[in-house]
């Protein structure tokens, strides 16, 4: 993992080029790409189509966006234990998140995340931000990268 120096936070809203942001790691790894900000919480249960890589739940907002090879920003997610499944699914098929940033501890996003990892071999770190750090992650422009060091801290920044 790289390391990058930290830069003082700065009184901005939004997460500025060069300054990184610490949360907790709820599954490790790298992962840099565009992010996706869900306006709603979703449930992968019936709510994301594992190979069609596209929302399906049709009372969200982002009805018909993919997920696929980005970062997903969540702020908590929406029930059902099945989820689990169809997020490992996802991963597998190539088709779901690259890396997940919540704002709430999540423990069946991180499970889907955990078999994709124990079964596919496909690691996709999700770490969880204090609200106020969540809101300057949502609000930002520009892909990110998460480095989630297993057994430490977590790093979110714009990947410049």
């Known amino acids: ?17 060069g300054e990184s ?17 869900l306006e709603k919480p979703l449930s992968f249960w019936g709510g994301y189509d594992c190979n069609a890589a596209t929302i399906i739940d049709r009372t969200h907002p982002q009805c018909g966006e993919s ?5 997903m920003i969540m702020a908590r997610a929406k029930g059902s234990s099945s ?3 169809v997020l490992a699914e996802a991963i597998r098929n190539g088709t779901g998140p690259v890396g997940i940033v919540l704002g709430e501890r999540d423990l069946i996003i991180a499970i889907g995340a955990i078999v994709a990892a124990e079964l596919y071999g ?4 999700v770490v969880c931000l204090a609200p106020n750090d ?3 992650i949502a609000g ?11 057994g430490g801290g977590a790093q979110v920044f714009l990947d410049e």
Do not use: C, N, W, Y
């Not at 997920?67 to 970062?71: E, F, N, Q, T, Y």
């Open 140 to 150: 930002s422009k520009g892909a990110l990268r998460i480095e989630a060091a297993e």
């Open 83 to 85: 989820s689990s499944s």
């Open 1 to 17: 993992m790289a390391k990058h120096p930290p830069v003082p936070v700065s009184d901005s809203t939004h997460l500025q080029a």
């Open 67 to 71: 997920l696929a090879g980005k970062i």
């Open 21 to 37: 942001l610490f949360g907790d790691v709820l599954i490790p790894g790298v992962a840099s790409a565009d992010k996706i900000v």
């Open 122 to 125: 496909l690691v996709v770190p």
């Open 134 to 136: 969540f809101d300057r």
